[in-house]
Structures are given as C-alpha cells and as structure tokens.
C-alpha cells in the first residue's frame, strides 16, 4: 500500500513576525492585569476591605448584630463580631486582639487599673426564666436567689408542682452570671446544676426541661420559655428604663484608654453611641442608654 504523505501545517508568519506577535500579546496580558488591579483598588475587593473587630458578650449578640448591619450599609466598613463571653472579650482587648471588647457587666476595679475604659451602651433586663408549663409566674429577689443557692429546692414551696428544681446558669466569666449573682446576692453561692456558655443554650436548656429555672438576656427571650414577674414588675423596655425591673444590667463597650482606634472602629464607636443608632438599639429589645 502506498504511504500517504502527512502535511505539517507551517504559520504564515516568518521568525520576525513571531516574534513581534508574542511582545504583542504579553503586552495586552500586562495591560489587562494592570486595568484588573486598578477596579480591585477603585472597588475595595480582596484582603483590603476595612473591618472593625469585636469580641465578648453573647447576650449582645442582636443588638450588636443590627448596629453592625446598619454601619456596613452606609459605610461600607464591616464589623466582625466574636461571641466568647464578656470575660474573653475584655481580655481580648487588653491583649489587642480586638478593636472593642463587649461586656454585660460593668469592669471591675482591678480592670479599670490595667488601663482599661468602660462605655455603657445600653441596658438589658435579665429574665428569670422557666418552662411554659411551669404554673409559678411571680417570684421576689429573696425568693429567687432562695432557689439558686439550694435552700428551696422543690417547685411546690414557692407554689409550683411538686418536682425538684434543676438550676441552670452560664459559666463562669460570663456578664450575664456576674449580674445575676450581683443582683441576688448569690456570687459564689450558686448551687447549678449545669453552667452553659451561652444565652441560647441556657433558653434551650430550660426549654426542654419543665423543672428548670435559669436567667438570660430579656433580649434574647424566645416563646419558648417564660419569663417570670420579680415582685410583682414584667420584664419590658418600659419597666427597664424606670427601673422597676430590677434584675437588669449594662451593656459595656470596652476599650483601652492609651491606644486610639483605628479609624474605622472610631467611626463605628462614634456611631453607635449617638443619637442616631436609639432605634435601632430599641429594636434590638435593650434600652439605649444616651
């Protein structure tokens, strides 16, 4: 058989030619990766993009979750938040791994020694709650802190069924703790059955269990539990802001007092602090406080 002949196809263009059609092409590629660049600096994509970290308290969550939402949308900055609990997120800042730690409770003196400053942003109710099958409605501060340290121990002496109370509370560390224990005079009293590291679990907790009692944030509270009356006073924005709800505590924004923020995160504080961002602290379910 005949052996066929194979045709190489040959460019048309002769060495020169190559050679100036290949400068030709990495310029258009230097060209488009310099246009690429410029649009990610004009846009502010990649690693760039301003941030404002923050770190602590859980039970601060919603409100800080809006405020954050509402600044990125008019500045386009973004806020992380970091939830560890009020205890991490003021060692957080002293350390400078944060820009503004989250405290629901008020900084200790020794704090305040080591150079720290605390800004009060808002006020929260602690809610003592129980499961919606729970008959008792109403409890006074004596009666409540009665409980938690274990000189009542069944439903049926304060009028509830007869059952064992499971106490529930967070861990220590925890803004929502130290303000509970503060407030009932219980601070290393406390006889828990289980100390939880968040607000959600705590709701989850006594949910789920019809002899449990435990305290959360009021903004936080779910129709899943119920909240009880403390002497008579339901926990509300309204019973808050006058005071006849005594069981509530400040929601601290904590800084360093010799290091300036960055830019971002001073905008950010200056923010939230003002007038401007009161309804959306309100609707967060805490009540502003300037």
Do not use: H
Request: aromatic share 4%; proline share 3%.
């Amino acid at each position: 058989m005949p052996q066929r002949e194979i045709l190489i196809p040959k460019s048309d263009l002769g060495p020169n030619a190559l050679a100036k059609e290949k400068k030709k092409m990495k310029r258009i590629v230097s060209l488009i990766t310099v246009v690429t660049l410029i649009v990610c600096a004009l846009t502010g994509c990649g690693a760039g993009k301003e941030t404002v970290a923050t770190d602590g308290s859980t039970s601060m969550n919603k409100v800080i979750g809006a405020l954050g939402e509402a600044f990125e949308a008019e500045n386009g900055i973004t806020v992380t938040y970091n939830a560890t609990g009020s205890g991490a997120g003021i060692q957080a800042v002293q350390e400078g791994r944060c820009d503004i730690g989250l405290s629901s409770r008020d900084l200790k003196d020794e704090e305040k020694a080591n150079g720290l400053e605390g800004t009060v942003l808002a006020f929260d109710g602690i809610a003592i709650i129980v499961n919606p099958e729970n008959p008792v409605s109403d409890l006074d501060v004596e009666t409540i802190a009665k409980i938690y340290t274990g000189e009542i121990s069944n439903w049926k002496e304060v009028g509830g069924n007869d059952a064992e109370i499971v106490l529930i509370g967070r861990e220590a560390g925890s803004g929502t703790r130290d303000g509970f224990e503060s407030i009932t005079d219980t601070e290393d009293k406390c006889k828990y059955r289980q100390e939880l590291t968040s607000t959600g679990d705590v709701i989850t907790t006594v949910a789920g269990n019809p002899a449990a009692v435990g305290y959360a944030s009021l903004a936080s509270v779910k129709d899943t539990v119920k909240a009880l009356k403390v002497d008579g006073v339901t926990p509300s924005e309204e019973t808050i802001k006058d005071g006849s709800y005594v069981v509530q505590r400040p929601f601290v924004l904590v800084t360093k007092k010799d290091a300036t923020l960055s830019e971002s995160a001073s905008k950010f504080f200056d923010y939230i602090t003002s007038a401007e961002a009161n309804d959306i602290i309100s609707g967060a379910g805490v009540v502003p406080a300037n």
